[in-house]
């Protein structure tokens, strides 16, 4: 278990810098006004592969881990909903990433499906940029309140 949790916390930094590749590439498109190039594809296709793999390892933990389905099982519903940490685990972060990398998904199908390569730019960059903001927003970082002892895993 201890092995899973620190692969999904180094894919962690793969996805973001993934993320951050795709936002820069689609901004920088948007902004030059430049053709969708295969670059373009493969740096988007690699940002969907690493946020499914990490949504996988993700999963796994959540069903195999004491903090997510196992906390409703042992603790039940009052106190996991009752208790911030046991929430962000058992429901937050799980849900949290599964709309984000939902997003990714759709803005990566809605910008290949786009006619203009200023349409395809445009697309990525709102999708992703909206789905890095979400994922931001659903880390369990250590300085966030309640979580300073996982440290930077």
């Not at 409703?72 to 046991?86: E, P």
Request: with cysteine; proline share 2%.
């Amino acid at each position: 278990m201890e092995y899973l949790i620190k692969v999904h916390s180094i894919l962690r930094w793969w996805l973001l810098a993934a993320a951050i590749v795709a936002i820069a590439k689609a901004y920088l498109g948007m902004q030059r006004k430049t053709p969708c190039t295969n670059w373009d594809n493969r740096v988007s296709l690699m940002l969907i592969g690493v946020s499914d793999i990490q949504l996988i390892v993700g999963l796994i933990l959540y069903f195999t881990s004491g903090l997510g389905l196992n906390n409703f099982l042992n603790n039940g519903m009052s106190f996991v909903m009752h208790d911030a940490y046991s929430r962000f685990f058992a429901m937050e972060h799980i849900l949290m990433m599964i709309i984000a990398i939902a997003i990714m998904h759709v803005g990566r199908v809605k910008s290949k499906k786009a006619i203009l390569d200023l349409d395809k730019h445009k697309k990525a960059f709102w999708y992703y940029l909206i789905a890095l903001l979400i994922i931001l927003a659903s880390i369990p970082w250590p300085f966030r309140k309640g979580f300073e002892a996982l440290g930077w895993i």
